[in-house]
């Protein structure tokens, strides 16, 4: 009787240190960080431990970086311009010099010095308002990334002008996600994925040894119409889009992605850019450039680039994707509406 009783709870602690080890070996969740909701899938042993240290980690950049709330390092540095050097945290160092490298390497089509500008439109905010073109003008004259002074051995950095701002919206986004995938390995996961709005990045392969298949969404449809798949395994796929955040008047539509050049909502004949790369800052930074830029132009930079491909959406519903990805990227859109027509 006795060793039957043994048995019976032996088979229990088995089943349920099995479940336990699979509850924890697998984690689920969505948070709302950085004004998006940030989608985690993450395997292995301390599945749940890593999560809450990278969204841990997501909150800090957020109130490091953020423009959106009082008492941030970006807000003190905007207020300091054109006055004086400000000493910053690593992090908002790092994102400056990235996107730095990237407005240079864009012609300034990615510039975070749009800041001034991003406030005056207001887009997807109930400050929407379009600016006169006299307003636009004189905000225009102090987006220059080249006005970003950052002294990385005394850890300071200024605005050369008064009233220049940063706004690192285009940015950050991916600096958190390869900040949190260093976290997810440091906790010895091999299997990860997380999206903050759009901003993919994925650890490893699938638990069952496939790629993750990223979906590219429809830029026409709802939520998760897609009209393509790129299947992945550490990498990062960054999308920059016209339907993401707009506000309308008059029935024209005003998005959230300005061209530093004219100060107005891009015009490149893009809806959607998505950029596939090995950094998700990198992803991020490229995503709005290549949007700003448009597809000649968007295609030229990304070839120009060892381990980045993009996907280019144009408004008349026509698909291009660049060399690396030709046969990479599978066609798959349901609405019947687009064409994918290059493959370059
Ligand atoms: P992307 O193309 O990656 O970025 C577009 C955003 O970058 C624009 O919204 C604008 O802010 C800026 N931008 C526009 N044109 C350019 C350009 N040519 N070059 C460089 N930058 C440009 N959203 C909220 O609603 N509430 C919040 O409190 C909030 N807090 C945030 C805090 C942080 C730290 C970050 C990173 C984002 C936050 N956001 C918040 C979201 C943010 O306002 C942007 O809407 C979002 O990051 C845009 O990301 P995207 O991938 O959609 O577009
Ligand atoms: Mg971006």
Not at 315 to 341: A, H, P
């Amino acid at each position: 009787m006795k060793k039957i009783a043994v048995a019976a709870i032996v088979i229990a602690v088995l089943i349920f240190g099995a479940f336990w080890l699979k509850s924890d070996k697998h984690f689920e969740q969505q948070s709302f960080l950085m004004g998006t909701v940030i989608s985690e899938k993450v395997y292995g042993y301390n599945a749940r431990k890593a999560s809450a240290e990278a969204m841990a980690r997501i909150g800090e950049i957020e109130n490091t970086m953020t423009v959106n709330a009082q008492g941030s390092q970006a807000e003190a540095l905007n207020e300091a311009s054109g006055k004086k050097s400000i000493r910053l945290d690593g992090d908002i160092i790092e994102v400056l010099e990235t996107a730095k490298k990237y407005s240079s390497i864009s012609g300034g089509a990615f510039d975070v010095t749009v800041g001034p500008l991003v406030k005056a439109w207001g887009i997807s905010t109930e400050h929407f308002k379009i600016p006169e073109k006299e307003e636009i003008d004189e905000l225009l004259s102090l987006v220059n990334y080249n006005d970003i002074y950052i002294d990385s051995n005394n850890g300071t950095v200024r605005l050369a002008r008064e009233g220049q701002a940063v706004d690192l919206g285009a940015i950050a986004k991916g600096y958190a996600a390869d900040q949190t995938i260093e976290i997810y390995k440091r906790w010895g996961i091999k299997s990860a994925y997380i999206n903050l709005g759009g901003n993919v990045s994925v650890l490893g392969k699938k638990p069952d040894g496939t790629l993750w298949r990223i979906g590219i969404q429809n830029p026409r449809a709802a939520n998760g119409k897609i009209v393509g798949v790129i299947n992945i395994q550490d990498k990062s796929v960054v999308t920059s889009g016209d339907y993401e955040r707009f506000s309308e008047k008059d029935n024209v539509r005003y998005h959230h992605i300005l061209d530093p050049h004219t100060g107005y909502p891009s015009g490149s004949g893009l809806m959607g850019a998505t950029i596939l790369a090995d950094s998700s800052v990198a992803a991020d930074a490229l995503s709005t450039a290549v949007f700003v830029l448009g597809l000649e132009k968007g295609i030229e930079l990304v070839e120009s680039l060892e381990g980045v491909e993009a996907v280019f959406i144009t408004e008349d519903k026509r698909i291009y994707t660049t060399s690396g990805l030709k046969d990479e990227f599978i066609f798959d859109d349901e609405s019947k509406e687009f064409q994918y027509v290059q493959k370059r």
